[in-house]
Nanobody, 115 residues
Framework: QVPLVESGGGLVQAGGSLKLSCAAS?????MGWYRQAPGKQRELVAT???????QYGDSVYGRLTITGDNAKNTVYLQMNSLKPEDTAVYYC????????????WGQGTQVTVVS
């Protein structure tokens, strides 16, 4: 099991910003964030592939930016212009090298946006 250390969640007012980080103990092929709101399915927020490719979920495109620090095996999610509908538990997800890669999940960090 590869531990993923998440940080940066919290409570913020609508229109505000938060930055999440997720660090892995090993080099990963890809790292990213999913989120799950109460009563809803877990959905993709953003993924960073080690070569620099990024992918975003439709609901966050343009407001959130994912970046990676390969030397630190860490990804960062900068969240701007937050909305109450962004409230969810945010989970870090990492995929190891190999075909197929193993998938690891963090424990989740709560993000709450109040109006």
């Amino acid at each position: 099991q590869v531990p993923l250390v998440e940080s940066g969640g919290g409570l913020v007012q609508a229109g505000g910003s938060l930055k999440l980080s997720c660090a892995a103990s090993n080099s990963m092929f890809s790292m990213g964030w999913y989120r799950q709101a109460p009563g809803k399915q877990r959905e993709l927020v953003a993924t960073f592939i080690r070569g620099g490719t990024t992918q975003y979920g439709d609901s966050v495109y343009g407001r959130l930016t994912i970046t990676g620090d390969n030397a630190k095996n860490t990804v960062y999610l900068q969240m701007n212009s937050l909305k109450p509908e962004d409230t969810a538990v945010y989970y870090c997800r990492a995929s190891s090298w190999g075909v197929p890669g193993r998938v690891y999940w963090g424990q989740g960090t709560q993000v709450t946006v109040v109006s």
